[in-house]
């Protein structure tokens, strides 16, 4: 039974470009979160994504959006780089309507450097 | 606004004594709080969750209890060891599924 996989582990990128971070949820899972985690930090949670549409979102700017696919996978887009948006950008998912509505499976999250 | 204090700094405690671990919350009432391990370079491992109606929940050698009314959780791990050295997250849900995280203390279990 597959975890919660991300793509790419480590991303370089530059001031101003854009950057686009990929989620596969485990299995059986229908709900995709997404978190910001700075060095040092704990995670801040970005948005949620639940039958394709946001369900809830924290507070970051619109520079950051997201979308969600039929089989639940997920993209976090990020417009306009900045160098404060270098950290750990982490997904979690979890099954609504059940027990274990709010544990969620975090994946090894993707390394974000922005120079 | 919400605020979540865990001890920032790292607590250090000898292998076989009970490690316990504290997190307070301010400005909202959370319906449950979870805690959860992270060890560098990887994603957080949720652990235990206790609803606001529990003041206790246990699991092996983790326990974690809950009082609303100090507006606080407490995390205690028996019987350390050398593998518990992590660092340990809070994270109350408040609202609808808001997840909030603390900054998280860092435990080293010395042999």
């Known amino acids: 039974d597959a975890g919660v996989t991300q793509s790419p582990t480590h991303l370089i990128k530059t001031r101003g470009q854009q950057v686009t971070l990929r989620c596969s949820p485990k299995s059986g899972h229908d709900t995709v979160s997404w978190y910001q985690q700075a060095l040092g930090q704990g995670p801040q949670f970005i948005f949620q994504y639940y039958e394709e549409e946001e369900r809830q979102r924290g507070n970051f700017p619109d520079r950051f959006s997201g979308h969600q696919f039929p089989n639940y996978s997920s993209e976090l887009n990020v417009n306009a780089l900045l160098l404060g948006d270098s950290a750990l950008y982490l997904c979690?998912?979890?099954?609504?309507?059940?027990?274990?509505?709010?544990?969620?499976?975090f994946g090894p999250g993707t390394r974000l450097t922005v120079t | 606004s919400q605020k979540i204090e865990q001890n920032s700094e790292a607590l250090n405690i000898q292998e076989g004594k009970t490690a316990t671990l504290t997190c307070n919350y301010t400005n909202y009432s959370p319906a449950y709080l979870q805690w959860y391990r992270q060890d560098p370079g990887r994603g957080p491992v949720f652990l235990l969750l206790i609803r606001e109606n529990e003041k206790e929940k246990r699991k092996e050698r983790l326990k974690v209890t809950f009082d609303t009314t100090l507006k606080q959780s407490l995390f205690h791990i028996t019987a350390s060891q050398p593998a518990d050295s992590a660092t340990y997250l809070c994270?109350?849900?408040?609202?609808?599924?808001?997840?909030?995280f603390g900054i998280g203390t860092k435990l080293q279990v010395i042999p």
């Open positions: 994270a109350p849900i408040g609202g609808y599924q808001k997840v909030t």
């Open positions: 979690a998912s979890s099954l609504v309507g059940t027990s274990g509505l709010y544990e969620q499976y």
